[in-house]
């Protein structure tokens, strides 16, 4: 189809649906989420001239995985957001079944996304190609085209670039699919952006001490974060191992030593990024002054997703809050950008015994939670926050099947930071030493009900709405 026809469907399908779905009492005010259709991965985070921009994967004609187009928001602030004009739409023969997910960078003054052009075959087989597309003065992107086809020894999953300059090069992790079905990441070189250089596997199922570690590695992401070298990605085909890997799919990270001479990144082990029931394909990107900021999508690709209530308004999902990262003795501790705290209105304060809290409206809100022993915090329904001592339990009753289902926490509990909107929560252990994230569907307004015969401290904030 050509793009202008594309652009026309989209559009109309936007103005056919951004009603109701602006009205569902469960769309977020302050996370970010598609005016219609299904959201996954966000792409391209940047700031570009001073400006924040964050791509996502869009499908705008249904809530369902489909042939994907890149969605695109800027902001001046990362709290007030703005929906820009679609920035992809895969109208090329080199991106007939979606323009997946990649990055941005800035080029000579001009913002240049980097992405994967995927197409699929009628006998279930696939190819990818990676492909350019510069912003031209009418703040269109225009599409040069693939700059890499399929590596020789891989099959067609090979996708998702995440490009970054260094010592006047520009360099590009890839996730792919070996020949014997091994997920890998691979490090490309490259002087100008068109003509790439494979350097090698740095990363994978198989390699660097790992044994079998998944049949996929998609969107990863390589940084420099406290003098350390992080790479973050997401393997598919982990079994579940007592309390990790429960998600379908995990996201994590490995901290190591990048040598792109020798195309090598010795690391130590994976760590998950998120254990909450909804997080993945986070991407990066280092701000003007030097922080290192994650946003994720709240959301796995595990047909659960459809589920969600808000299919019936005609969207689906959202994205994480913005978060900074900072790394503490070999571990990535995450807290919400600082910029998040302009959204808090009065602080209201409490404490006492969990049992006598007050009932706060918890819809959009923050709530600081310091405890030590036990109590346990009701989010409206859906959702239960549960710490006994040693293990923190966020339990919910799964969507699909009705059973309920839970996520633990091992570790010394001091301070809950738990940033809840309409329909999603983030739940920051110890100052971001770990997170949990999730979905959920309260009764709304949602009320938070605390119980327990051990005192906790509480601080209250209901967050203001941002512009989306
Ligand atoms: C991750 C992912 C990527 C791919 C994109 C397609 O969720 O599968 O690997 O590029 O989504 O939407």
């Known amino acids: ?19 109701k779905a602006a009205s569902d009492p469960y769309r977020p005010v302050w996370h970010l989420a598609p005016p219609v259709g299904l959201l996954n991965d966000p792409n391209g985070f940047i700031q570009h001239k001073g400006r ?86 009418k703040g269109e992107f225009d599409k040069t085209g693939p700059v890499l086809d399929l590596p020789e020894g891989y099959t067609g999953h090979v996708r998702d670039p ?4 260094k010592g006047g090069h520009w360099f590009m992790v890839l996730g792919a699919q070996d020949l014997s079905l091994q997920g890998k990441v691979l490090l490309l070189r490259s002087d100008d952006l068109l003509s790439w250089e494979f350097l090698g596997e740095i990363a994978g199922s198989n390699l660097n001490g790992l044994g079998d570690f998944g049949y996929m590695w998609e969107c990863p992401d390589l940084f420099r974060l406290d003098g350390q070298d992080v790479l973050i990605c997401c393997p598919q085909g982990l079994p579940a191992q007592a309390d990790r890997y429960l998600n379908t799919f995990q996201s994590g990270y490995f901290v190591g030593h990048l040598d792109t001479e020798k195309a090598k990144f010795p690391h130590g082990e994976f760590t998950e990024l998120d254990l909450g029931f909804e997080f993945y394909a986070p991407q990066t990107t280092q701000t003007d002054e030097g922080r290192r900021l994650l946003i994720g999508w709240m959301g796995i690709p595990d047909g659960d997703e459809f589920y969600q209530p808000t299919v019936e308004n005609g ?9 900074e ?46 405890t030590v022993q036990a109590f346990s915090a009701d989010f409206g329904g859906d959702l239960l926050l549960r710490w006994d001592g040693d293990c923190l339990h ?51 307004p949602a009320r938070l009900n605390f119980s327990g015969h051990y005192p906790i401290a509480l601080r209250h904030w209901l967050l203001a709405d941002c512009v989306l």
């Open 52 to 137: 924040y921009h964050v791509f996502y994967q869009w499908n705008p004609l249904a809530c369902a995985h489909g042939a994907k187009f890149w969605g695109h928001w800027s902001s001046a602030d990362l709290l007030n957001w703005r929906h820009e004009p679609l920035a992809l739409a895969p109208s090329e023969a080199y991106e007939t079944h979606g323009c997946y997910s990649g990055s941005a960078v800035s080029d000579h003054g001009h913002l240049t996304l980097i992405y994967t052009g995927n197409v699929k075959y009628p006998d279930g087989s696939r190819t990818a190609f990676q492909c350019l597309a510069r912003e031209n003065a």
């Open 325 to 370: 990262l900072t790394l503490v003795a070999g571990k990535i501790f995450q807290r919400p950008a600082r910029e998040l705290q302009a959204l808090r209105g009065d602080m209201q304060q409490w404490q006492g015994l969990a049992d006598d809290a007050p009932v706060w409206d918890v819809t959009r809100a923050e709530v600081d939670i310091e």
């Open 162 to 165: 995440k490009v970054w300059r």
């Open 315 to 323: 969207w689906l999902h959202t994205l994480t809050c913005p978060r």
């Open 1 to 19: 189809m050509t793009e202008t026809s594309l652009l026309k469907q989209a559009l109309r399908s936007v103005v056919a649906g951004q009603v």
């Open 394 to 444: 966020l339990t919910r009753k799964n969507r699909r099947t009705g059973l309920p289902e839970e996520r633990v926490w091992h570790g010394s509990l001091r301070k809950l930071t738990v940033m809840c909107d309409s329909s999603g929560i983030e739940i920051f252990i110890n100052d971001g030493e770990a997170v949990m994230t999730s979905r959920y569907f309260p009764v709304l």
